[in-house]
């Protein structure tokens, strides 16, 4: 398919035969399918190779992204510094394979070196969103009508379709075209001066590296971006991902089956988002915008015994990982994925009540008035997971403050006079927040989890308003997270009870099934340094 734009305004196009292209981001044979040979090539962004498939090789979690990032042609970007977790040098090798250095400590800086031959970048971009979820919906949208529509992550997350791709209905674009004269470089900083590297890198660390405050075993990889940074990568296998994953998410003292549920949830939601960060060359990352990776051997023996317990084990729906939702509390009620994000109803993820029989029989659904939800937040007893510090929850929020907010998040930041609820899902969360401005102000709509990530003091969207002024308002709420999916502090108090980690997953599940996938061969469970 030939991507020539239908458009008068970019001035120039070259021909960039496609090795250029892929040695362009990283000297790799390139896989993006948005670029193909022909008499001529506009691209929507820096290609990079995609790595190899979740299941048959470790995953490739980055550790630190968009690295090298306010690099110009005077200055260097922060510079990267890797130090050695013991008495072991670490061992740096270059795009060849040739070893170019090996110490304790290593640091790198960034340079801009001049292209060969320029590149055209024109895309269409929708965004930004919040979630990778909602940003997945629209590119499935386009990928619907034939169109090659890519998740990327430059800051928040965006959709980007060739500039040729007809739009959709209802959803706004924008339009972007450069044209790329340089590309980023690594360089390994000396004694002597300076050494310009060619790309990817390959990092090992028989003593493991030393990585914010904790120790990782790598082996470790560096690699361009589709955005011209680069990202600092771990290639972990499966298993072990789990030992640096189970004791962030859940906390490693609790009880066996909530932690094998959180094992199980947590191999399945690796697998089912392997595809998150396709356009970057990686799988997953390690923060909150996947699940929180750290030092493996922070895990406890009762961890490891329950990702041994476990392994290979992932929750399955018509045969394939289902989309793994966890959060901390759910408040005493379930919601549906279509609560926190811009997506379709799932069905083994609903909005229905926590609890024992009881409070399930006080608890009418759905909650769409505020009546019924203060009803909800005035109560507890029968729910599960009622010891989590944020099952009820209180916040007030000044005018000043909701503004900053606003601010922040790069909307319309008038002077609020008035916070009403348009419209809440089953579980009672509230789906569509007003915020009506002062004067002429333009009000603003804020959506689903677009209104956590704005209202960041907010643990959840499951909450009642209260007017105490002017200028201040009181939220109380319930709950912390998308509430999707299981509770943590359910689980807690459901292993406690003595309930199996498979019944703890097919009530959060329903319709679920347990089913294992075959680990790669160097997947196997292991023991950080």
């Known amino acids: 398919m030939s991507l020539t734009p239908p458009f008068g305004w970019l001035k120039r196009r070259v021909v960039v035969p496609l090795a250029l292209v892929s040695a362009i981001a990283c000297?790799?044979?390139?896989?993006?399918a948005t670029i193909e040979s022909g008499p001529a090539a506009v691209v929507t962004h820096r290609s990079v190779p995609l790595p190899p498939k979740a299941r048959e090789a470790p995953l490739w979690v980055a550790l630190d992204d968009h690295l090298g990032r306010g690099t110009t042609t005077q200055r260097s970007g922060p510079l990267l510094t890797l130090k050695s977790a013991g008495e072991q040098s670490l061992r740096l090798r270059d795009g060849s394979g040739t070893v170019v250095a090996e110490a304790r400590s290593?640091?790198?800086?960034?340079?801009?070196?001049?292209?060969?031959?320029?590149?055209?970048?024109?895309?269409?971009?929708?965004?930004?969103?919040?979630?990778?979820?909602?940003?997945?919906?629209?590119?499935?949208?386009?990928?619907?009508?034939?169109?090659?529509?890519r998740v990327a992550h430059p800051g928040d997350w965006e959709v980007w379709a060739p500039m040729d791709a007809e739009r959709l209905a209802g959803v706004p674009v924008r339009r972007s075209a450069r044209t790329l004269t340089t590309e980023m470089k690594a360089v390994l900083e000396g004694p002597s001066g300076g050494r310009t590297l060619q790309g990817p890198l390959m990092l090992e660390a028989p003593?493991?590296?030393?990585?914010?405050?904790?120790?990782?075993?790598?082996?470790?990889?560096?690699q361009p971006d589709a955005y011209g940074s680069w990202t600092l990568l771990e290639q972990v296998p499966l298993e072990r991902y789990l030992e640096g994953v189970v004791p962030h998410e859940i906390g490693a003292g609790s009880p066996r089956a909530a932690l094998e549920a959180q094992a199980v949830l947590a191999r399945t939601w690796a697998l089912a988002n392997s595809h998150r960060y396709a356009i970057d060359g990686y799988h997953l990352c390690s923060d909150t915008q996947c699940q929180v990776y750290s030092d493996p051997r922070q895990a406890s023996a009762a961890v490891r015994q329950a990702i041994r317990a476990t392994a290979g084990q992932v929750l399955a729906w018509n045969g394939e990982p289902i989309q793994a939702w966890y959060h901390a509390s759910n408040g005493g009620v379930m919601?549906?994925?279509?609560?926190?994000?811009?997506?379709?109803?799932?069905?083994?993820?609903?909005a229905r009540a926590d609890g024992s029989a009881a409070w399930i029989k006080g608890l009418a659904l759905p909650l769409k008035d505020p009546t019924s939800v203060s009803g909800l937040l005035s109560r507890g007893d029968g729910a599960y997971g009622t010891n989590h510090p944020r099952f009820?929850?209180?916040?007030?929020?000044?005018?000043?403050?909701?503004?900053?907010?606003?601010?922040?998040?790069?909307?319309p930041a008038g002077v609020p006079i008035a916070l009403n609820v348009q419209t809440r899902g089953a579980s009672g969360r509230v789906l569509a927040l007003g915020i009506e401005m002062t004067g002429n102000g333009e009000p603003v709509m804020l959506?689903?989890?677009?209104?956590?990530?704005?209202?960041?003091?907010?643990?959840?969207?499951?909450?009642?308003?209260?007017?105490?002024g002017?200028?201040?308002?009181?939220?109380?709420?319930?709950?912390?997270?998308?509430?999707?999916g299981l509770s943590q502090a359910g689980a807690i108090d459901l292993a406690a009870r003595g309930w199996s980690f498979e019944r703890i997953l097919s009530h959060y599940y329903p319709g679920t099934t347990l089913t294992t996938v075959q680990p790669s061969s160097s997947s196997i469970p292991g023991q950080a340094p």
């Open 27 to 32: 000297s790799c044979r390139a896989q993006e």
């Open 106 to 149: 290593l640091r790198l800086s960034w340079r801009l070196a001049p292209l060969a031959v320029p590149v055209e970048i024109a895309r269409q971009i929708v965004g930004p969103f919040a979630s990778f979820e909602s940003a997945e919906r629209i590119a499935n949208r386009w990928r619907d009508q034939g169109v090659v529509a």
């Open 207 to 222: 003593s493991g590296l030393l990585w914010q405050g904790g120790v990782l075993r790598g082996p470790f990889r560096l």
């Open 335 to 350: 919601a549906g994925a279509e609560e926190a994000w811009a997506m379709d109803s799932l069905p083994y993820v609903q």
């Open 392 to 411: 009820r929850w209180s916040r007030t929020y000044s005018a000043v403050q909701v503004a900053q907010a606003l601010r922040a998040a790069g909307l």
């Open 447 to 468: 959506r689903l989890d677009g209104i956590r990530r704005t209202l960041r003091r907010l643990p959840s969207t499951l909450f009642v308003i209260e007017t105490l």
């Open 470 to 484: 002017p200028d201040r308002w009181r939220f109380k709420g319930g709950g912390f997270g998308h509430g999707v």
